[in-house]
């Protein structure tokens, strides 16, 4: 909890532990970068070096970060973000941990999000999309180099945890028949090229009014309502914009998230492109519906 970056749930656990450190998101449609020199990318990126830099690299044991934010708004960081962010975490010698739980297992139309940079976390975190959501399953995997740490170190060293339900047989026999379904029917393509037509189908309503931005990778694509499309303005949270097109959409037959004014999509991968269609058409439509309120 101290390590999210969602404030709202620190208090309930008696406040956030000290040494947790936050840098601001990469958010690309809200990100100011203070930095001409670089893109707003790098510059985003270059937040973490001045972080590490001013505790001291020595204090800082590890980066951790979603490939895509998915609560945080679903935010697409900037291609050249996670290339930097990586190249800082070596020089530092600083752990790079992927939290893969909502982006793992095809979700972003790639087995695992951050193979869209080329990039090999040290640590990485999944759940969910590993087992489709049927049965639970978490669990994280660790490089070479991590686990050859762990494994050379004394026995009474080691790092350890007891997971009453650790390696449980029946989560892990549905998480290979899961994995098994997604390479048997190429599931992982699927959610790169219907998210893409996804993505295309909401971006035809960034002409309404109120809608800011539109933004989305693979099966996952989020729409940001603003008061003011110029200045990016958000509404009052009083209006409650999100949460009213949130139930127009229901009226309609949708039923998704918020995130405050985002409306996340996240479909599953065997959507079919009619419903794709009625997913873009019900949304439009719901949009329009709340126009006369804002």
Not at 187 to 198: C, I
Request: charged letters at 25%; a neutral charge; proline letters at 6%.
């Amino acid at each position: 909890m101290s390590a999210t970056g969602l404030p709202a749930f620190w208090p309930m656990f008696g406040g956030k532990l000290p040494g947790f450190i936050h840098i601001p998101s990469p958010y690309p449609y809200r990100f100011v970068s203070d930095d001409p020199s670089v893109s707003p990318g790098v510059a985003a990126a270059n937040l973490l070096e001045k972080a590490i830099l001013k505790d001291g690299a020595e204090t800082v044991a590890a980066f951790i970060a979603d490939p895509v934010q998915g609560a945080g708004g679903l935010i697409v960081p900037r291609d050249d973000y996670f290339p930097r962010i990586s190249e800082i975490c070596r020089k530092y010698d600083v752990l790079f941990i992927a939290d893969e739980i909502i982006t793992g297992f095809g979700r972003t139309g790639r087995w695992f999000a951050l193979e869209r940079y080329g990039i090999e976390p040290d640590i990485i975190a999944f759940a969910k999309g590993i087992t489709s959501g049927y049965i639970p399953l978490g669990g994280i995997g660790l490089s070479k180099r991590v686990f050859k740490v762990l494994e050379q170190a004394p026995a009474d060293d080691r790092w350890n945890h007891a997971f009453t339900y650790s390696a449980h047989p029946v989560s892990c026999v549905v998480a290979l028949a899961t994995i098994d379904v997604y390479e048997r029917e190429n599931l992982v393509a699927a959610a790169a090229a219907k998210g893409k037509k996804l993505l295309e189908g909401i971006r035809q309503l960034a002409s309404l009014d109120h809608v800011g931005d539109i933004r989305g990778v693979g099966m996952m694509v989020g729409l940001e309502l603003v008061e003011d499309k110029a200045t990016k303005k958000s509404f009052p949270a009083s209006l409650k914009m999100g949460a009213r097109l949130f139930k127009e959409c229901c009226k309609r037959g949708l039923f998704s998230r918020i995130r405050g004014d985002i409306y996340l999509l996240a479909p599953p991968f065997v959507t079919t492109d009619e419903q794709i269609d009625r997913i873009v058409n019900v949304v439009g439509e719901a949009v329009q519906a709340i126009r006369a309120t804002a």
